[in-house]
């Protein structure tokens, strides 16, 4: 779902870009709905099922130019908060006045639209037959990744959502872009106390 306000710029004295050889032989959890959401700006409209394609060939990336070994992340039943947070996304985007939205009892989760469910089935049935692992989450995928990467089963999550970090999260891969000459990646090394140690100085 991600922190509001400019929690990425916060972050940024603890982020660095890296090259090809960041990731070799390492282990990346991946937020599979961040990368199927961004086929929607990408190339939708370029190709019948533009994520399919998105994630066959970033997949493909992973092993061939980054040497990485990926597992995926599926989103489970979203929490209140999350449910909350996407009903008020459609309100503002539907040019709805957000002061007529009810607030979403504890309990009660607001599914993603089933279009968007039959992407991910897709995908999941894709990276399946490529022989990907596939871990479904309980709630945010993000938070499975923060915990896969906090215990030491990953080196880093790739991911756009900036909650990770509050899950614990250690390493954070927010942008890859393996088709520029240098193949950079954007990484943030996050550790909570030193945002705490700057709060407490503050």
């Known amino acids: 779902m991600g922190v509001g306000g400019h929690f990425w710029d916060m972050l940024k004295p603890y982020g660095h870009y890296e090259g090809w050889g960041f990731l070799k032989n390492k282990r990346v959890a991946v937020d599979l709905s961040y990368w199927i959401v961004q086929h929607e700006t990408a190339i939708k409209g370029l190709a019948r099922k533009p994520h399919l ?16 070994f990926p597992v995926f992340v599926v989103d489970g039943k979203p929490s209140p908060l999350k449910s909350q947070a996407r009903i008020e996304r459609f309100y503002r985007a539907s ?14 989760s607001v599914e993603r639209n089933g279009i968007f469910k039959k992407y991910v089935e897709e995908c999941v049935e894709l990276l399946e037959l490529l022989g990907m692992p596939v871990l479904h ?25 900036s909650d990770a970090f509050l899950y614990g999260a250690k390493c954070v891969v927010k942008r890859l872009t393996p088709n520029s000459k240098l193949a950079l990646l954007q990484c943030v090394a996050f550790f909570f106390s030193v945002l705490v140690r700057n709060q407490d100085n503050a």
């Open 95 to 108: 040019g709805i006045n957000l002061s007529s939205l009810p607030p979403v009892e504890e309990g009660v």
């Open 137 to 161: 989450a309980i709630r945010e995928a993000e938070a499975l990744c923060a915990q896969l990467n906090r215990e030491g089963h990953v080196d880093a999550c790739i991911t756009a959502d």
């Open 53 to 68: 394609r998105l994630i066959f060939f970033r997949t493909i990336n992973l092993f061939s130019k980054f040497g990485a």
